[in-house]
């Protein structure tokens, strides 16, 4: 039997117009590697706004973070969302060591580009994954890196230990109340050293930390570093720092493994005691009688943290955490934290248990049955506001343009300075005036990165939405997986529950004892 064959020419699925962007990473604030910086901003701004055929998408710009970790890479995750959205076609990198030194990560990297059918050219290994058919080059080059970021770590560390020693070692990062005044010194920020204090006497008097925190965030106290809202974590680090009585316990923690993870030290490595570093903000006295009453507070039995509510409800009156107590029947309710420290400090009464499973109950039945009602309308609004947020990209664009600009010229007067050139009154004027527009420019990065999270929320909103829709038709008894997978956080009301799900909505539901 004669069978007739046609053969089909593959379609051109790759786009006339290749859609490219550019990845950008220095590891130090050096002035090296700041004209680094800028420079590999221009180059690529030029290289690819000028060749034929490409179209330049945006350049991903990471100043000043390791390459071994990528959760702290803000540009790189930036760089991989877009990619995953379809945005980015081909992506150049200086060396492989600028796109990670963790090897492990940079080959899950590189195959999920490859899935997503996006390209990435190493230039100064000539590596091409549009052309790799095998992964060993990228293996071995990304494990010379690896080695030479645990080499340059190690390094780094016996520098710090020898400063410890010698009771010169002053952190780069200043805690809050304190800033770098030069030369290895901290001077004292007067108006953050009043609220280090008011904290210190706040916790004396009967405040806990969640409450501490609270007010602080009504009182719009602005944070060093970080977000803008106050958390109990930051007060209790305060109410521990052995630094604000002008002394400084150094190695508290040291990092093993790779990517690097920082442990307790719990007596595996040399500590360092160094009195009278700086100036005290508060006296040893009042320091030993927090550390006094934080010992009492942790003698108390503790309450459950495994528990599916955990850390999941807030107090709609002050802002605390709710926390799970048990009566003497083994009847379960949740609590305001500062509801417990001082009744009088929060009104709110206990809520039951059960009551709170209930009204979960309510709420989920409430979504499945009017899905299209509730949730579809939620999503479109969402996915119109995401289509709005992605038409405005360009403006990071030029927002990475004038950081590396701004970072030349830093570098450039930095440098003229030291060698005498230029006058030091004049140069620390500009130097302060360009410091200034730097950190206008990085929040106003942070701001469209934040806009940028648009798309972040829709997909969650779609998958909760989809949750829903796999979930039980109708849901019987309290499921804690599903609350889980569902329910960001819920805030309490004096006869309700407002539970906000992951990806923005909110839903109330009335109580029908209204708490205990």
């Not at 807030?314 to 509801?339: K, M, P």
Request: with cysteine.
């Amino acid at each position: 039997m004669n069978k007739n064959v046609t053969i089909i020419p593959p379609s051109e699925d790759r786009p006339a117009i290749l859609r490219v962007a550019a990845y950008c990473r220095v590891s130090t604030d050096s002035d090296d590697q700041a004209t680094s910086y800028a420079s590999q901003i221009r180059s690529y701004t030029e290289l690819i706004s000028q060749h034929e055929g490409w179209e330049l998408v945006d350049i991903y710009a990471d100043e000043a973070v390791s390459g071994t970790k990528t959760d702290k890479r803000e540009d790189f995750n930036r760089l991989l969302a877009d990619c995953r959205k379809g945005k980015i076609d081909r992506v150049l990198v200086k060396s492989i060591s600028r796109f990670s030194r963790n090897t492990k990560d940079c080959l899950a990297a590189l195959r999920e580009l490859m899935r997503l059918g996006v390209t990435v050219q190493f230039e100064k290994e000539n590596i091409d994954t549009g052309t790799l058919t095998t992964e060993l080059m990228v293996s071995v080059s990304g494990s010379l890196a690896q080695q030479e970021s645990i080499s340059i770590a190690q390094n780094i560390r016996q520098g710090y230990r020898r400063r410890m020693e010698r009771g010169e070692f002053i952190t780069n990062k200043p805690p809050y109340g304190y800033r770098n005044e030069g030369g290895g010194r901290l001077e004292i920020v007067p108006e953050e050293a009043e609220v280090i204090r008011w904290v210190f006497e706040s916790y004396l008097n009967g405040c806990s930390p969640a409450g501490i925190a609270a007010e602080m965030n009504r009182r719009g106290v602005e944070k060093k570093y970080g977000n803008s809202t106050w958390a109990k974590n930051a007060v209790v680090y305060w109410l521990k720092n052995e630094k604000y009585t002008g002394n400084t316990l150094c190695q508290k923690t040291f990092k093993i493994g790779f990517p690097y993870s920082a442990v307790k030290n719990r007596g595996e490595l040399n500590q360092f005691y160094i009195e009278n570093c700086h100036p005290a903000i508060i006296s040893q006295e009042l320091f030993d009688r927090v550390q006094a009453r934080m010992e009492q507070r942790k003698a108390r039995t503790p309450m459950s943290a495994k528990h599916p509510l955990s850390a999941k409800i807030v107090c709609g009156n002050c802002g605390t955490t709710f926390y799970r107590r048990l009566d003497s029947n083994g009847t379960a309710t949740w609590i305001c934290s500062r509801h417990i420290e001082r009744k009088s400090a929060c009104p709110i009464i206990p809520i039951w248990e059960r009551d709170i499973y209930t009204a979960f109950l309510w709420m989920y039945n409430k979504l499945r049955l009017h899905e299209g009602v509730i949730l579809r309308p939620a999503l479109r609004q969402m996915e119109e506001l995401e289509q709005a947020v992605q038409r405005e990209n360009p403006a990071m664009l030029e927002v990475n343009r004038a950081i590396a600009q701004a970072t030349e010229q830093n570098y450039k007067i930095s440098k003229l300075r030291s060698n005498g050139l230029l006058d030091d009154d004049a140069c620390s004027a500009r130097l302060a005036a360009l410091e200034a527009q730097l950190t206008q420019l990085r929040a106003k990065r942070r701001r469209l990165l934040k806009n940028d999270d648009v798309s972040e929320a829709a997909e969650t909103l779609r998958q909760t939405a989809e949750a829903i829709r796999q979930g039980p038709e109708r849901l019987e008894e309290f499921d804690g997986a599903l609350f889980a997978g569902l329910v960001e956080r819920i805030t309490t009301a004096p006869t309700g529950l407002r539970f906000r799900l992951y990806g923005g909505i909110e839903v109330t539901e009335q109580l029908w004892e209204g708490g205990k």
